[in-house]
């Protein structure tokens, strides 16, 4: 109430551009506190005084912004799945044993399977093809299985799940017999992180190609609703917003450019392909894979929920479940379709966390279910169901990641980093419950 | 005589032993409303329910036109043609209005994906039809009042082409000039041969728009009248003591003459 009528008066005309926007608050809020985490970081992070450090910080170098996105990379692949999830009123506590079973099943796939037992050559490319649709393949059908518990047999998802941390945590272990599996195919390793880049000249030319893309979709988007004749933003706001856009897209890719290959990788890198290299020659890394492979599930996870049928029963479902039984809507079999969503995005992330690690460790993706919930939740997904959105859960993981290796940076110990990540998730939960009572939805 | 648009035979259904249904027949004729009465809990909804396809009857037929069918899904009752204004209304609060319209029945593009301009645009005319003031297109239906969110119901039973129309109190939430508005669809509905089951607690409401009316009690019909055959008092004995008047064709559900005495 008082906070309308202190901004009203302020400057009605600032509001009144700023709403003809249309932008989405939450999204913004969302932005604004994961810039301050990242200015904070910077200021720790740097010496002298507050502007001094703001400049000399290492949390915003490149090299930081690189290993930040390549490290959240798994944990938002799962997450835009637990979205879903959630938005359905489910939830899944075995995402992160369900990816060490994917994982343990690609790595001896791929160390055992195929070289020993079926003689492929190491290095064959079937073979990292042929481990990841095997871990596609087990992480849909586990993942299916729990989903047919819960929708048909009717076991709260809670109980099925929790079954399952242990089931398939376990399932992992008896894979592997416990053990660390590797080293990993050469090329399956490149999704995972710093070994397979694109280069600053394909990067550029991805930035572009979605800079581009984005200008299309909203000029397509305006034309349709002016076909319709519906009332549309002005044109400079539309004009302010694809700007801000590409600028943010292109900013992207020069950041993850300028962190360059130390020289002596670069070297080695020239050596292994018998060439020598020049004298003096600079490289950047570019987009990772694994970051394309994020980017391409995020869009195809955002039109599956706002283009699709099974996106609209999805979130209606999750809004009144009994309604969306009375459209005539397989609510059972919705759960089915996805819970098999989650378990194949817990095998893609488990392609991104063993490749990176090179290995496929016994531990791998412990404690991951509990950061996928929270990075859901943080980006606004609500518990309650039929609220939720994959760029928000796919930010959720990215404040989650810098507040982790923020800390780590400056240096916080090991138990206060864990405690500050519980605290913030409570309290995001907390903010956003208040923002929705004023907000009225 | 013609043949019914609907004719429910010795439906039953039961629920943990209760037969919420029992042995109960009903029909409706194009252009007519036949009213249901009676206490809660004394059937209705359930009865509706199984032709809605929410429920699957234990025993009983359904005919449409004269044909016997399978009613096991909502989506075989749309497939008739059969269409619901649920008392809850039935709608997905985080929605907004032009994806509960379409809800279950999405328009697409030629790709397969769903199509949301026509949507709106087609929600903006039926809208404009039912409902004039209604402007509120992209907000989730649960920031509606009460009598939008009704008017959005409404809309998705009568957008489909509905040629037997459920309605489930629909105006019980409903301030006095929306009902009004209620009633004035009704009869325009009525007028364009959609026959139409209604049920309703104001024995009023059933008077001044019903054709016939059916009295259930305890999961039976006690008996089925023409309007015009009985008086408000004859109807509230069916409801209360399930006493079938003179006027009135008695149910299995009616008092015999010696229960009576």
């Given at each position: 109430m008082s906070d309308d009528t202190l901004s009203g008066a302020k400057s009605p005309t600032a509001r009144n551009l700023f709403n003809a926007l249309q932008l989405d608050t939450r999204l913004l809020g969302m932005i604004g506190a994961f810039v301050f985490i990242c200015l904070t970081f910077q200021v720790f992070t740097g010496d002298g005084n507050i502007f001094k450090a703001l400049v000399n910080g290492n949390f915003l170098t490149p090299r930081n912004i690189f290993n930040l996105t390549i490290q959240t990379v798994s944990v938002a692949i799962m997450a835009t799945g637990m979205v879903f999830i959630i938005v359905t009123r489910h939830i899944d506590l075995s995402v992160g044993a369900l990816l060490a079973t994917c994982s343990a099943i690609m790595a001896v796939t791929q160390t055992q399977f195929m070289p020993q037992w079926l003689g492929f050559e190491l290095g064959n490319p079937l073979i990292w093809i042929a481990a990841i649709a095997v871990g596609l393949l087990a992480g849909v059908l586990i993942g299916a299985f729990q989903g047919w518990m819960v929708g048909?047999?009717?076991?709260?998802a809670f109980i099925v799940t929790l079954g399952g941390l242990l089931v398939w945590r376990n399932v992992a272990w008896f894979i592997t017999s416990g053990q660390t599996i590797g080293p990993l195919d050469e090329t399956f390793k490149k999704i995972g992180g710093i070994g397979g880049t694109l280069g600053t000249t394909w990067s550029w030319v991805v930035g572009i190609l979605a800079a581009i893309a984005v200008l299309a979709m909203q000029y397509n988007g305006r034309k349709r609703a002016q076909a319709h004749d519906f009332p549309t933003k002005p044109l400079w706001a539309e004009g302010v917003i694809s700007g801000l856009m590409v600028a943010m897209i292109l900013g992207f890719v020069a950041t993850l450019n300028a962190y360059e290959i130390p020289t002596r990788r670069l070297e080695r890198m020239f050596e292994t392909r018998g060439e020598i290299m020049p004298d003096g020659l600079v490289a950047g890394y570019g987009i990772p894979y694994s970051v394309l492979l994020l980017i391409a599930v995020a869009v195809v996870m955002t039109i599956v929920a706002q283009r699709t049928r099974l996106g609209r029963y999805i979130f209606a479902t999750g809004g009144n479940p009994d309604a969306a039984e009375l459209s005539g809507i397989n609510t059972r079999f919705l759960t089915v379709k996805v819970f098999a969503i989650m378990g194949g995005l817990c095998a893609l992330g488990a392609v991104v966390g063993s490749a990176r690690l090179g290995f496929s460790t016994n531990d791998i993706g412990t404690l991951d279910e509990l950061r996928v919930i929270a990075a859901a939740v943080i980006g606004g997904t609500a518990l309650a169901g039929g609220v939720g959105t994959i760029y928000g859960a796919i930010l959720g993981a990215l404040i989650m990641q810098s507040l982790q290796s923020g800390m780590a940076m400056v240096g916080v110990d090991a138990p206060l980093q864990n405690i500050v990540v519980g605290i913030v998730l409570v309290l995001a939960v907390f903010v956003d419950i208040i923002y929705r009572k004023r907000t009225g939805d | 005589m013609a043949t019914p648009l609907v004719e429910m035979k010795d439906m039953s259904i039961s629920f943990g032993g209760v037969r919420a249904v029992d042995n109960v027949s009903v029909d409706l004729y194009p252009g007519e409303v036949v009213g249901l009465l009676g206490h809660n809990g004394a059937g209705k909804s359930t009865l509706i329910k199984i032709l809605s396809g929410a429920y699957k009857a234990d025993s009983g037929e359904v005919f449409v036109d004269g044909k016997k069918v399978e009613i096991e899904s909502p989506r075989d009752a749309r497939r008739h043609n059969i269409e619901t204004i649920y008392q809850t209304l039935a709608l997905a609060d985080n929605l907004d209005a032009s994806s509960n319209l379409f809800l279950g029945r999405e328009l697409t593009t030629p790709f397969g994906f769903v199509d949301e301009h026509a949507m709106e645009a087609e929600t903006r005319k039926i809208m404009a039809k039912l409902n004039p003031n209604f402007q509120k297109f992209h907000s989730p239906v649960k920031a509606l009042s009460g009598g939008q969110r009704q008017s959005v119901a409404i809309a998705r039973a009568v957008y489909f082409n509905a040629r037997i129309l459920i309605m489930d109190e629909p105006t019980a939430a409903l301030g006095p000039h929306e009902t009004q508005m209620v009633s004035e669809l009704i009869q325009e509905l009525k007028a364009q041969g959609l026959g139409i089951f209604l049920i309703s607690h104001d024995i009023h409401d059933v008077f001044s728009l019903c054709d016939r009316l059916a009295v259930m009690k305890n999961g039976q019909v006690v008996g089925t009248a023409k309007t015009t055959d009985v008086t408000d008092d004859d109807v509230l004995g069916m409801i209360i003591l399930g006493k079938c008047p003179k006027g009135a064709i008695p149910g299995p559900g009616a008092l015999s003459s010696a229960d009576a005495a």
């Open positions: 048909y047999l009717g076991i709260p | -």
